[in-house]
């Protein structure tokens, strides 16, 4: 049982999970920072206070804090807004330049779904398609 033990903890899938963890906690602190002290106070400057905590209404009682929702709103978008733009758009453009540099699969020209470069038939469609065009 403790080599099975071992083993799966060696796994490299495991490894890359933890290694994951770890550098997204870190990257939730810099996304976070970015947020708080960059683009908060930029909401601030353009649009008067930053935190609408304060903001709320009564009826029967009951207390309803939508300025809390407001500001949970506010910074969701915010870190979405910074996830995109600073981390998926720079990671899509990396990737098509080196998909572009070392092309390994191609269009089928009946589906239009991608296949190896080497392949004679589509998998999808199974229609044959001739040999990749030379680039």
């Known amino acids: 049982m403790l080599r099975e033990f071992r083993a799966f903890i060696l796994r490299g899938n495991l490894v890359d999970l933890a290694v994951a963890v770890v550098v997204g906690?870190?990257?939730?602190a810099v996304v976070n920072a970015l947020v708080k002290d960059i683009?908060?106070?930029?909401?601030?400057?353009v649009g008067g206070d930053a935190n609408f905590g304060n903001l709320a209404f009564r009826i029967n009682g009951s207390r309803f804090a939508y300025g809390d929702?407001?500001?949970a709103?506010?910074?969701?978008?915010?870190?979405?807004a910074a996830i995109f733009f600073f981390v998926v758009k720079p990671a899509e453009m990396i990737m098509s330049r080196r998909a572009a540099a070392d092309p390994a699969t191609r269009?089928?020209?009946?589906c239009l779904s991608l296949i190896p470069v080497g392949a004679r038939r589509c998998a999808n469609c199974t229609s044959e398609v001739g040999p990749a065009p030379a680039v």
Not at 73 to 80: D, E, G, N, P, R
């Open 39 to 45: 683009i908060t106070p930029l909401i601030a400057a």
């Open 73 to 80: 709103l506010i910074s969701f978008l915010a870190i979405a």
């Open 25 to 28: 906690t870190a990257f939730t």
């Open 107 to 110: 269009e089928c020209p009946e």
């Open 69 to 71: 929702f407001i500001n």
